[in-house]
Structures are given as structure tokens and as C-alpha cells.
């Protein structure tokens, strides 16, 4: 945001170099991008670019520049004169104003300038906003922009000739209605949006833009000045949904001040009157419920050492605060009330007092010590505690960490997450991100598309963040882990040839992540997974509880993405799976006695899983099965319709004895059969090869 050194100079005496004065502001809190000097080696003519941060609007204008230049200095602040003449025609006689959205419009000041001549500007005028890369327009334009970027406050001007009937209705849009804007491009309304309207409809879009109908022009004899407080909401949320970015709609959706609208209209008419000529009418119309009561907050001169590390004193504490428009009551020595200045949107508590103080006392007095960190109850608490673990596992399997917004598509939440519903936000920062989500792997899959639609050979990424959920009393935060793999597979090294990512990559992830925690109950369970779902693979299970699903991402979810090949990916309740963790590493000795190992291959009715073959062996052996595995699966020739034959290894291990031949064929006979009866599950015949 540009300013410039001598237009400053009309405010506040400047001795000090722009140079100096840019570092001072910088350590003030008002970053300096950069001088530019039109006339190098004239100081007078530097031009300042300074990132004004959005808190700040404030400091938006020349006058709030100044403002913090005269508490830097201690110098003395000389306000722009906004005096006009009296005695003018009745406002009132020229000019209605209704106000049929007073939520929205706290304030509508307007004055009526009677006769003008609409030509180019003085040079003095033309050169104070070219200096700052403003285009001039015409004289009376340019002085409404003036304004603008001299106290900070946006004003629009009404050819007066082309309101219908006089007549000034602030409300909001109407189903259906549209407006051709200054920039030629007509816009189609939404309701809620807030306009200015005549009789016959809108001419204005509320501190976003006027309407091409009511325009200031070379025919234009009678202008109506608008200034105006509105809702930083209404205006923010029209100017996204239109796609207008307005020097008026960037101030604001950050919150003008109420206060400031009379004297910036009577600082514009007085300039109009001067440039343009014509009579300006007397005394203004101020309609609106007007600017609530005046903001106090208490600040005590104790916390200043609390807070700070340092006490700068009182008086000097005070005497920051009013140089920068504070009021201060220091009846009560050991809490002082102090009034907020309305041009002051971002003060609300004591700490954004003391905020102020340590900016303009200067942030390098804090002294550098370290704080006194006490033992008692230290350290990180359980949560971080889990996220710092799981992190590391994580890192160690290969996998890159991603941080995306909580914020997201509710369709793509639904995508992959059916129920429950996303929350919507009631002030969304853009559409795609209007609902907070209750999965992460939405910004996972974008982040995946993003680097494998640049030639990214793997993707390897996780994320730990919270989801959220509808709660009775408001979203509730689960925190979770998520991770997408795809491409090349994690870990391959040269010497033994890449190859592409699998379930498994995916599935050691999350035995891995459970192992490091020291969770003993994961099971990896793949039945009750729907044909249907975004993710399917297998159940997470931490104990007989529900904690993710691991597995592989559905190609129609992929599409959506914007992704053309095999993504596998995770998503665990981390505090689910915290809440599993072991307290105590267990012992286990090594087995004593042999294992004896049994190969079955068995013809399997479609839809029976691997896991209900498990259960069913482990609960019919009558001897104990230290593991089993699945090595081999067949379809086709020789195997009944509907059927597949699935080879698997048995491990019967005793942890006390040898076991015998013959207890081992009976254990395998006692199994087999009560596959047979349960899943209708035999064993392959010679013939089925």
C-alpha cells in the first residue's frame, strides 16, 4: 500500500530520512516494503510501501500513518480541516434517504454539493494521487478518492439528476435483480446482498462499488455525497461472491469507523465545493440506528510487567496510549479504564493494550532472558505427547508430512466420509472451503493430484490434524491420522528396481504406526466393508472397536480428485489408537518346542473373507495356532461357479510340548470339518487343479 512522504508532511513535521522513518514504523508494527522516489535524490517526493496488516485498517490512509509517526516522535498531530459552509439549501429538500436494513447500515451521512462543473482536477489534486499510482478521473471523483486515502473512509458519489425521485433506499437484494457496475460488467444479485437502491432499483452495491445508471459524468450538474458505515460482513461476502475487489470494499470488510462518516463527508464536500464549484446544502442527513456506545477496557499497570518481562512506567505507558487516540482514567491507579478510539476495530482486551505499549516503546527494550520453566506438571501433555510419536513413526515409514486447512469441500468430505454431514461456516473465506471437514484425506488426495500431475514419481504423504463433527453443544474435534500412498512405492532403493506402491504399503503404515505406539490389540479386519465405499481395503480395529480403515481409494472418488492412477491410503481415530497404547513393554519368551506347519487348500464360497476363515480355525483348533497365512489364490477350471481356491499355511506350535502327528491331523480334521459347517468351506479335491 503506497503513501507518500509529502503528503504525509501535511499532517505531522517529518526531520528524519524516509529512510529512518520506514525503519521506525517497521519496528512499530507497520512494515516497510520498499521507497520509490519519482525525483531521485528529493526526499520530499519518496513514496513508501508499506504492508499495512489487515488488523490495521487504520492505518490504511495517510492521517493513520501519521497518527503512529506522531507517537513515534512525540510530535503533534494537525487533523485535515473538514469545516463547510453554512447555511446552505436543506439536504433534505434535495435528497431522501430510507434505510431498510439498519443491521447492516449503522450509519448513512449524505449531503447534496448543488451546481458543480465536472472537469478534470487541479494539478495539486492530480498529483497527490498520482504520486500513490491513483488514476485521476475527474475532479469531483478524485476528490472522494482523496478522502479516501487521506482519512481512511470510503464515500461514493450519485449524480443527484438520475436517482429517481431523489430517493436513497439502503436494503438488501432481491431475487432476480441485477446491477451494471462502474466497470461495465452487469452482476447478477443474490438475496442478502446490501445495495443501494432507488424507487426503481439498484444503483449501488454497498461499499463494494456504484452502478453505472447513477454516475458521475461531464452532464452531471447536482451530486449526492454518500458516506457510510456497513456490516464488514455484508460487504465482504458480496465482494467475494461477485469477484469485486474494491479499494472501498477492502476497507470495509475490515471494519471502518462509524465515527469517521460525517467528518469525511464534510472534508469531500468542502474539497468538491472548491474544485468543482456549487453550492453545498446544510445541515447533512445522518439516518441510521449511528455508532454504538463508546468501547472501555480495563488495563492494569501491574500486567505490564507480567506480561512484557519489563515495566516501561506508567506515565510512559500512558503517554503512548494517548498519543495514539486513547482516553485514559487513571482514577483508579491499579486499573485504569481506557476508551478504545473507534478507528480502533482490533482493540478488544488488555493484552491488546499492552500490545500497543510494547509496539511504541519499542520491541528490542524487552530484555532477553529465559523464562523460569517450573517442573511440576511440565512438559508435554498426553495428546501432544501421542502426535509427537506417531509423528516419528510416520517419518520413519518413509512418509512426508502435509498440513492442509481445516477447512473444506463439503462434497468431497461426502465423497469419502458419507455421515456425518459437514458443518457449515457461517462466513466462509472462499466456496471451496466452506464447511469444516470430517475427514483428511480430501486435502491429502488434492495434495497428491498436485504433485503427481507434475511428474512426481511417488507420493508419500501423511497428516495429523483434527477432524470435526456435529456435537450438541458444537463441532466436536477428533484428532486423527491420515496418509495417501501412490506412484512409486516408499523405501525402494536402486539396487533392487522400483516398483509401485500396494496395499501392503499402506497396511505396514499403519503396523508400523500402531507397533511404535505400543498398541497390542490392532487388528486389520476385512469384512464388513461396503462395495460401494470410498476406501476400501480393510477395517481398523483397536480391541473390537472401530478406529479407521486402510486400503484402497475408489477410482470414482480419484476422478473427482483429479487423480489417473492407484492411490492407497489410511485414516485413523489417533486417540482411539492412543488409548490402546501399552503402558509396559511385555516379555514374551522365545518358543521352546517345534512348530508343525499344515498347507490346506480350500474351495471358498464368494463373499467368505479371509478374516471369517481365521476366527473359524482359531476357535475350532484344539491345539493352539501360533500363526496363519495365506500364500496362494486360484479361480477358475476345475472350481465350482461362485467358488475360489485359497491356499493357506497353519502353525500349530505348543507353547509346554512336541506335538504329535496324530493330534496335529486330528486338530487339522476338527478344523476343516467346522469350516465345512459353518462357512461351507472343503477341502480342494485332486481333481480341481
Known sequence: ????????????????????????????????????????????????????????????????????????????????????????????????????????CLRYCARAILGVRVAPSPAWLRRRLESIGQRSINNVVDATNFVLWEMG???????????????????????????????????RLAPGMLLIADPRGPIALAGVMGGRSSEIGPATRDVLLESAWFDPIAVGRTARALGLRTDASHRFERGADPEAALAALDRAVAIIADVAGGTVTDPPIDAGPGPGPARLV????????????????????????????????PANAAAWQVRVPPFRRDIEREEDLVEEIARLAGYDAIPAELPILHADGAGRGPEDRLVRDARRALLAFGLSEAVNFAMADAEECRSILPTPAAIALTNPLQSGAAALRTTL???????????????????????????????????????????????????????????????????????????????????LASDRIAADAAVRGLRIEIGRADAGIVGEVAATVLRRFGVDRAVFAFEVDLARLGAGRSGEAVYQALPRFPAVRRDLALVVPEGVTVDALEAALRESSPLPIAEIQVFDRF???????????????VMFQHPERTLSAEEVQAAQDAVVANLGGRLGVGLRGPGAA
Open 1 to 104: 500500500m503506497k503513501f507518500s512522504h509529502a503528503w504525509l508532511r501535511d499532517y505531522i513535521p517529518l526531520a528524519d530520512s524516509p529512510e529512518e522513518i520506514g525503519r521506525r514504523l517497521t519496528a512499530a508494527g507497520v512494515p516497510l516494503e520498499g521507497i520509490t522516489r519519482p525525483e531521485p535524490g528529493d526526499p520530499a517526493d519518496a513514496v513508501y510501501d508499506f504492508d499495512v496488516l489487515t488488523n490495521r485498517p487504520d492505518c490504511m490512509n495517510h492521517l493513520g500513518i501519521a497518527r503512529e509517526l506522531a507517537a513515534i516522535y512525540g510530535s503533534r498531530l494537525t487533523p485535515p480541516p473538514h469545516a463547510v459552509p453554512r447555511g446552505g439549501p436543506a439536504t433534505t429538500a434535495s435528497a431522501q434517504v430510507v434505510i431498510e436494513a439498519p443491521a447492516l
Open 153 to 187: 473512509h470510503p464515500l461514493h458519489p450519485f449524480d443527484l439528476a438520475r436517482i429517481a425521485d431523489h430517493r436513497i433506499i439502503v436494503r438488501e437484494a432481491r431475487a432476480g435483480e441485477t446491477l451494471v457496475t462502474l466497470d461495465g460488467v452487469e452482476r
Open 298 to 329: 480495563t488495563l492494569r499497570p501491574a500486567r505490564l510487567q507480567a506480561i512484557l518481562g519489563y515495566d516501561p512506567g506508567a506515565a510512559e505507558a500512558r503517554r503512548i496510549l494517548e498519543a495514539l487516540g486513547f482516553t485514559v482514567d
Open 441 to 523: 484425506l480430501p486435502g491429502l488426495l488434492h495434495n497428491a493430484a498436485h504433485n503427481l500431475n507434475r511428474g512426481v514419481a511417488g507420493c508419500h504423504l501423511f497428516e495429523i490434524g483434527h477432524a470435526f463433527q456435529p456435537g450438541a453443544d458444537g463441532p466436536v474435534e477428533v484428532l486423527r491420522a491420515a496418509a495417501v500412498i501412490a506412484g512409486r512405492a516408499p523405501g525402494s532403493h536402486w539396487s533392487l528396481g522400483w516398483r509401485d506402491a500396494d496395499l501392503f504399503d499402506a497396511k505396514g503404515a499403519v503396523e508400523l504406526l500402531a507397533s511404535a505406539l505400543g498398541v497390542l490389540t490392532l487388528r
Open 635 to 649: 479361480r477358475g477350471k476345475g472350481l465350482p461357479p461362485g467358488t475360489a481356491s485359497i491356499a493357506i499355511q
